[in-house]
Structure formats: C-alpha cells, structure tokens
C-alpha cells in the first residue's frame, strides 16, 4: 500500500509547478548573488569615495565591507531555514529578495563608511536568495531528480560569483559606482516579483506542520548523514579558498610581473567555472548511481588533483589544474543537499540546509585564515599538500559513514 501511495506522489509532483520554481529561483539565485560580489572590483575606491584617505585605511574597510555581509549571513541561515520549515519557504524567498532589494539601493546613497559596513551587514542578515532557494528546491522537487535539480540551480550560484566581478568592472566607469548599486537593487526587485508571482509552493499536511514545533535536530533518526554532510560544505569552501591569501604570490613565481594580477585572476576563476560547468551533469549522474558515490568520488579526485597544483613551473598549468578541480568540486553542493533531503524529515529539510549553509560560511572563514597561516609559516607548496590531506581525509569519512549507514 505504501509503495503505490509514493509512486502518486511522485507521478503528481513530476507534473507539478517545480521545474517553474527551479528556474525562477536560478535566476533569482544569479542577480542576489551577482549583487554581493559585483562590488570587489570597485569596493576600494568607493570606500575612497566616502572619506578614507589613508592606503592602509582603505584596504582594511574594504575587508571589513566585504565580509560583512558574509558574517551576518552564516550567524542568520540556520534561522531563515527554521522559519522556512515553519512559515513557508516561498516566504523567505520574498523577503530575501525584498530585503536585498532595499538594502543594495541603499549602499548606493551611504554617506561615510560606517553607513557602507552596516548596510553590509544589513545585506546579509535580510540576504539569504540562494541558500533560501536551496531549501525550498530540495524540499519541492520530487526526489528522483533531486540531485539534477540542486546541480542546474548550483550552476546558477556558481555563474553569479563569475559574472559579478565582471559586471563589477565594467559598469561603474560608465554609469558611476552608486548608479551601479541602484541598477542591481533594480535587478532584484524584478527578483522580488517573480519570486511573488511564479513560485508556487505545495502546502504541507497538518501533521508535518505539527512536527516542526517540536524541534528540529531531535526528529533526525540517525545524525550520521547529516554530520557527514556538513563537514564536507566546510571542506568543500575550505578547498576553494585555502589558497587566496597565497595565490599572488604563488603566481608571482611563476610569470612575469606584469601578468601577476591577470593569471591570479584567472586562477581565482577557473575553478568557479569548472564548477559551474560540471554541477548540473553531476547532480544528474548523482541520481542514477548515488549522491553519496559522487560526494566519495568528487572529493578523492580533488584530494588528487591538488598535489600537481603544488608543483607547477606555469600559470597555465595552475590555471588548468584549478579548472579541473573545480569540475570535480561542482558535483559537492547539489549532492550534499540531496544527502540532506534523503536522510531528514521533510519537517525540518530548511533547518538542516540553513545549518549546511553556516558550515560553507564557515570554511570560507577557516579556508583563507588557514591558508595564509600554512603559507606564511610553513610554506605555499605546503597549503595545496595540507588540502589535499583534508579532502582525502573527508573522502575516506564519507565512505565509512555512508557504509555504517547502509549496514545500519
């Protein structure tokens, strides 16, 4: 009886509104991210702008206005994905768009840079798009196309990181910097509404309703999968962003100096674009043999891939070698997501994703702080070898984990 009752599920949500919402929250998911990271290029000189003088000034509000968006948005995604499971997850979408919307209009009318770091911060506390369209993808997308579904929308995220600094670059010399900030909140109120509009959210029974009031992480039946999981959203950030505080440096041994800043940059990207090459593809091939197969594999490839990365003599070489393992790391993020979504009550599917979401912020934090403690101390060879150790190390977890649980 309970075979064929699952069976209608599926067969209703196949033909269901899903694949609308997927592409609307892609969308929405590319502008709100583009929005965060459109500013590096410019950031410097519109902190400038604002009354810092001093060089050394300069470079340090331009960190501090960077992260802090970041910083509000790990400490507040557990909550929005709590809300999320209570209230509706269509709900945070509008009210991350909203908000976002209001707060980038915002940055471009700040007067001083106190105003620019707390609107900053502002951004990122009523910010939350992508990880919101993360939770509610997962949870609306009838499992058997889980994994392709989290791998178009990742690819979506992972354009907008490329896209940003690029539209970051080119924009502001021809409209000014706080027109530019004015456009982007443009772009996301049309987010906003087509968040209000298209998305279209399957209510809930009342006795998943019931089940949410009653806490989230006590409903697990078994908290293996999960821990497993947010380990590897650390160590898949941590990967990507050990080697900023280095990579100058690094790619400073290996071409001239007037190419220093164009490979570094090069370098920085070419993993993003692997990765948003590979997400879709790897999220779909994930449904056929197993999320947690790709998870094993991805992070032994990248485990791999980073001892060559160590002992370049090009930047091509680098630039190659980023790229690859960026298609090896796209598979990460939709997969762990559908682990999630397998292996938790529906209930409190947005709860766990928001805690997924902190533990990526969090080796984003960890990566680069490690990175350039390693680099500076030790050795820049030996960050791509301390990596390398954390990826197989989070390979062979993943495959005990995933073999405990399947002989549980």
Not at 299 to 305: D, M, N, P, W
Not at 332 to 359: D, F, K, M, Q, W
């Amino acid at each position: 009886m309970a075979k064929p009752a699952a069976t209608e599920i599926d067969a209703f949500d196949e033909s269901g509104p899903w694949k609308r919402n997927l592409w609307v929250c892609v969308f929405g998911s590319f502008t709100t991210i583009v929005a965060m990271t459109l500013l590096l290029p410019f950031l410097p000189l519109y902190v400038e702008e604002l009354g810092v003088s001093d060089h050394a000034a300069i470079v340090q509000w331009s960190g501090i206005a960077f992260g802090a968006a970041f910083f509000t948005a790990a400490l507040t995604a557990p909550l929005w994905g709590w809300l999320a499971d209570r209230y509706g997850r269509k709900l945070m979408l509008i009210r991350a768009s909203l908000g976002m919307a209001v707060a980038m209009s915002q940055i471009g009318m700040a007067h001083d840079v106190w105003q620019l770091v707390g609107l900053r911060l502002l951004t990122g506390l009523l910010g939350g798009y992508a990880s919101g369209s993360t939770v509610l993808v997962a949870a609306q997308t009838p499992k058997s196309r889980t994994g392709w579904a989290l791998g178009v929308l990742s690819s979506g995220i992972m354009a907008g990181n490329l896209v940003g600094p690029l539209i970051g670059g080119v924009l502001p010399p021809r409209i000014g910097i706080r027109a530019t900030f004015l456009m982007a909140g443009a772009v996301i109120f049309i987010t906003f509404l087509a968040t209000t509009f298209l998305i279209h959210e399957e209510k809930r029974p009342p006795k998943e309703r019931k089940a949410r009031s009653r806490g989230g992480w006590s409903l697990v039946p078994d908290k293996r999968p999960i821990v497993a999981m947010l380990a590897t959203g650390a160590l898949l950030t941590i990967a990507n962003m050990s080697i900023e505080p280095i990579i100058t440096v690094y790619v400073a041994q290996l071409v001239e100096s007037a190419q220093v800043t164009f490979v570094a940059g090069l370098v920085m990207s070419a993993a993003a674009l692997g990765a948003a090459l590979s997400s879709s593809q790897l999220g779909k091939l994930a449904d056929r043999i197993g999320h947690w197969n790709i998870v094993i594999i991805c992070l032994a490839i990248s485990a791999v891939l980073l001892i060559p990365q160590a002992f370049v003599t090009t930047g091509w070489q680098l630039i190659v070698l980023r790229f690859l393992m960026g298609l090896a790391l796209g598979g990460l993020l939709p997969c762990i997501a559908s682990v999630i979504r397998h292996n938790a009550p529906e209930a409190v599917t947005g709860t766990l994703l928001g805690y997924s979401v902190s533990a990526q912020y969090a080796g984003q934090v960890v990566g680069p702080v490690a990175g350039g403690f390693i680099g500076g101390h030790i050795g820049m060879r030996s960050v791509f070898f301390g990596t390398c150790v954390l990826m197989a190390l989070g390979a062979v977890g993943n495959l005990i984990v995933a073999r405990s649980v399947k002989d549980g």
